[in-house]
């Protein structure tokens, strides 16, 4: 059986189970979406939000991408996937509550971390380097207070929800709202070696949510 065949089976017990189960929902959402959450998560195919937070579909507007990462406001430039995604989310759907949810076992803080596609050639690295540079200075900082090891890791891995969270503030559309209580910014953590989610405090400390 090829992949594509394995995901045509998937669907064939969605829409046997769930989709049946939930049918009234998804008719509902026939006439458009009101999600309550925006979530800016890693592309790694172990954090699903949906599953994690166990949401029923249009509950969730999901943003995912290498290593769960918001860049700061700018006009110029090519990194407009996400910016187009959140103005969407806050401006359009007028979610009130964004969530940036990292992870353990994070490749893409493990590319930053190393340095590992640092000068690679096109479609062999590059666009992955230029990406995770974002953390270029956090990296340094990191490393030198807990070294390249699983320690540093999982403390770059917590310090990209504090940067996109302080990316996210950039925007004038989400600090306007935030500013005014309608909209709240919230930092978690997905630890996936034990399955335990972190929740980032208002001073970017972060403990389990159980």
């Not at 969605?14 to 309550?36: I, K, M, T, V």
């Not at 918001?70 to 990194?79: A, F, I, N, Q, S």
């Not at 969407?88 to 994070?106: D, Y």
């Not at 953390?135 to 891995?157: C, K, N, S, T, Y």
Request: glycine share 10%.
């Amino acid at each position: 059986m090829d992949g594509f065949a394995t995901l045509l089976d998937g669907y064939r017990r969605f829409r046997a189970g769930d989709y049946a189960r939930q049918h009234e929902r998804w008719a509902d959402l026939r006439e458009g979406q009101s999600p309550q959450f925006m979530v800016i998560a890693c592309s790694d195919s172990r954090v699903d939000p949906a599953l994690i937070f166990d949401v029923s579909p249009g509950e969730i507007f999901s943003v995912r991408n290498v290593a769960n990462l918001v860049p700061p406001y700018e006009e110029g430039g090519g990194r407009h996937g996400v910016s187009a995604a959140l103005e969407f989310a806050v401006t359009q759907l007028e979610v009130p509550n964004v969530v940036v949810m990292g992870h353990g076992s994070c490749g893409g803080c493990q590319a930053a971390l190393s340095r590992g596609f640092k000068d690679a050639p096109e479609g062999q690295g590059a666009f992955i380097s230029h990406w995770v540079d974002m953390l270029d200075e956090p990296r340094d900082r990191i490393v030198a207070e807990h070294g390249d090891g699983a320690e540093g890791a999982r403390a770059l891995e917590l310090e990209t929800v504090r940067i996109s969270l302080r990316n996210l503030r950039t925007f004038d559309f989400v600090k306007t709202r935030e500013d005014a209580g309608k909209l709240k910014l919230h930092g978690a953590y997905f630890a996936i070696m034990d399955g335990i989610l972190h929740v980032m405090d208002d001073q970017g400390e972060f403990a389990p949510a159980t």
